[in-house]
């Protein structure tokens, strides 16, 4: 099993927080099922201010950039992206070109 933080940023307006988060309150089924298809076992979305932080589980033999494709290509994943990308933003220093910013894990309680 393999697990991933990452983050990113809601735009700053109450308006867009309420409606990301109605929206991950009934995510489409076929979301859902396209991200399980892909190998994610876990998937768990934290909001702090405007900063989201994502906790991810997955298969042993995920690889973000093929699986984050393949996942995209899936139901309507696209427009699910494409719909909660109004609402998001990258985080100041994200990578060029990175949407969601993988974190590092500094801690683990089992280590």
């Known amino acids: 099993m393999k697990s991933y933080g990452m983050t990113l940023d809601l735009k700053d307006d109450p308006e867009t927080r309420a409606k990301y988060i109605e929206y991950h309150r009934a995510v489409w089924p076929d979301v859902l099922d396209g991200l399980r298809g892909v190998g994610i076992t876990g998937m768990k979305i934290y909001l702090h201010g405007p900063r989201l932080f994502m906790y991810m589980e997955a298969e042993d033999d995920f690889v973000p950039d093929r699986d984050f494709s393949k996942y995209m290509e899936t139901g309507r994943a ?16 994200a990578s060029p070109g990175d949407w969601w910013s993988e974190m590092d894990e500094v801690f683990d309680l089992d280590w």
């Open 78 to 93: 696209r427009e699910w992206d494409e719909l909660m990308r109004t609402f998001q933003q990258p985080v100041p220093d």
